[in-house]
């Protein structure tokens, strides 16, 4: 909507296979799947991208995003981008998930994604299923079916050769990154090397507040993450 009210067309995609959209995928998303977001891009019209694309990634979103920039380098319409909250380092963020303080959050995330998943139907092994319904945590969930289905040896393998913080330094575009202390799911100790080691290009933006995708301003119906963007985007 912040962006809409700037007289910009918006573009909003669900993650593969989540949500409304398990009916019609083939397959169901993991934190590395830049090339879903390369294929959204390649589909849409010159007359609306002609004057530029900038690219937000939130959440996991914001690593699949991290994983494509990386990988695509450039693309002839993307100005800049931005991720918020993203989970730059998967097997930090999945290990804090699994904490006792995240038990109601780990058990409704974990039940939804095997609801989704279980949807794909004929889609899924015999074994593919065993994995899922009888998955306990994020992490066994990862390990037992979304790392073998996209061809990786196990979770920890998925989580290093997915981690957007091991891939930023191949990020040619501006990009904006932005997260918060005090994320509950997401450790903010990445992002402090970050702001240490990464280029010129990259600007990270760690707030000591704002939870999980929250950043709402006193004062303010717009929310601070929006905003700050709005600056990023203007000065590029």
């Known amino acids: 909507r912040f962006h809409l009210e700037l007289g910009r067309q918006v573009l909003r995609v669900n993650l593969r296979g989540a949500g409304s959209s398990s009916s019609t995928c083939s397959d169901y998303y993991h934190s590395g799947r830049g090339g879903d977001v390369a294929a959204v891009l390649d589909c849409l019209d010159e007359t609306i991208v002609r004057r530029g694309i900038f690219v937000i990634g939130f959440s996991l979103g914001g690593n699949i995003l991290i994983n494509y920039l990386a990988r695509q380098r450039t693309h002839p319409r993307i100005v800049g981008a931005a991720t918020v909250s993203a989970p730059i380092l998967p097997v930090q963020a999945a290990k804090k998930l699994m904490k006792r303080r995240n038990t109601i959050y780990h058990s409704w995330l974990l039940s939804r994604m095997k609801k989704e998943c279980l949807g794909l139907k004929g889609r899924l092994s015999p074994g593919e299923v065993s994995a899922i319904t009888n998955a306990r945590t994020i992490y066994q969930f990862d390990n037992d079916f979304i790392a073998p289905r996209n061809g990786f040896t196990d979770a920890e393998d998925y989580y290093e050769k997915t981690a957007g913080a091991n891939l930023v ?62 600056k990023f985007v203007e000065r590029i």
């Open 169 to 230: 330094s191949e990020i040619a575009i501006p990009t904006l990154m932005i997260h918060a202390e005090d994320d509950p799911w997401i450790p903010a100790l990445p992002y402090h090397r970050l702001i240490k080691d990464s280029g010129e290009n990259i600007e990270v933006v760690l707030a000591p507040s704002g939870g999980h995708v929250g950043f709402h301003a006193r004062g303010s119906k717009k929310t601070w993450h929006d905003r700050v963007i709005q």
